[in-house]
T-cell receptor
């Protein structure tokens, strides 16, 4: 099946720093999604991207749909302690059927005050 | 929250026993999904449903079955639980085929 390579696997940063993470695939996707998961909870949708080259922001978060349709990037500016969690990318391809998504293995973010 | 309730939230059981997890939604969404999440891994799709009584397998369906007798409920059954099925199970819903999925808070299942 489809494989997503998400990197880095983990990040340890100081509060106030900017964060960048990415997801790559050997195949194209029609939609890229970014989720955040807090401990003991389910993933929560942060940003959805539907077009190659699209750049979308949600507060301090900015995500981009790569022009090749095989990658996506998430940036967090001026990190704060509540940014701690696991960030997942997910890709959807129309011929998967039923809106199935393929998920990356996640980037675990730790923010030191 | 997206109106998704998973029950139970935690369960400990023994190898060989049957287990049923429930996902209940109040959003009237057509699509429902069951995933498992294991340490160091993303979410892997077990089964999904695209309507009442319409279900299909995901990438890790062996040892699991599902049923959807009404729009709001999607049940995941482990007929004879094994230790390899110890995991956190998430239900997700989506209104349309290619809309983003929204997740419940998960069920932590331990099989001893």
């Amino acid at each position: 099946g489809q494989q997503l390579n998400q990197s880095p696997q983990s990040m340890f940063i100081q509060e106030g720093e900017d964060v960048s993470m990415n997801c790559t695939s050997s195949s194209i996707f029609n939609t890229w999604l970014w989720y955040k998961q807090d401990p003991g909870e389910g993933p929560v949708l942060l940003i959805a991207l539907y077009k190659a080259g699209e750049l979308t922001s949600n507060g301090r978060l900015t995500a981009q749909f790569g022009t090749t349709r095989k990658d996506s990037f998430l940036n967090i500016s001026a990190s704060i302690p509540s940014d701690v969690g696991i960030y997942f990318c997910a890709g959807q391809l129309r011929n998967f059927g039923a809106g199935k998504s393929t998920f990356g293995d996640g980037t675990t973010l730790t923010v030191k005050p | 929250d997206a109106g998704i309730t998973q029950s139970p939230r935690h369960k400990v059981t023994e190898t060989g026993t049957p287990v049923t997890l429930r996902c209940h939604q109040t959003e009237n969404h057509r699509y429902m999904y069951w995933y498992r999440q294991d340490p160091g891994h993303g979410l892997r799709l077990i089964h999904y449903s695209y309507g009442v009584k319409d279900t299909d397998k995901g990438e890790v369906s062996d040892g699991y079955s599902v049923s959807r007798s009404k729009t709001e409920d999607f049940l995941l059954t482990l007929e004879s639980a094994t230790s390899s099925q110890t995991s956190v199970y998430f239900c997700a819903i989506s209104p349309q085929e290619y809309q983003p999925q929204h997740f419940g808070d998960g069920t932590r299942l331990s099989i001893l």
